[in-house]
């Protein structure tokens, strides 16, 4: 199986940047077809922040466009989401998305845990 666990996430004032990272690890090998990464905030619904496809290109929402740049190193299995800028309204619970293809199966959907983004004014 495959397990994601994120890092990343913190405190900062508005306007400055955060890293969030995003690690898979197995026991055998895997590879992370697709990656996204996802946020919810109290009292919404989760969206859909940016997403890296199995052909290599991104989508971002307009929110957040311009801003968030997803990226992933395959040798280190990690997927991550560099956020410049940041605003009040970026505060949320961040997760990771990965759709991954193991020796048993082909891709699956895997969750990160999320992690906690706050950005003070």
């Known amino acids: 199986q495959v397990q994601l666990v994120e890092s990343g996430g913190g405190l900062v004032q508005a306007g400055q940047s955060l890293r969030l990272s995003c690690t898979g690890s197995s026991s055998s090998i895997f590879r992370i077809d697709s990656a996204s990464w996802y946020r919810q905030a109290p009292g919404k619904q989760r969206e859909l922040v940016a997403q890296l496809t199995n052909t290599g290109s991104t989508n971002y929402a307009d929110s957040v466009k311009d801003r968030f740049t997803i990226s992933r190193n395959n040798v280190r299995d990690t997927v991550y989401l560099q956020m410049d800028s940041l605003k009040p309204e970026d505060t949320a619970v961040y997760y990771c998305?990965?759709?991954?293809?193991?020796?048993?199966?082909?891709?699956?959907?895997?969750w990160g845990q999320g992690t906690q983004v706050t950005v003070s004014s």
């Open positions: 998305n990965a759709m991954i293809r193991t020796a048993v199966y082909n891709s699956r959907a895997y």
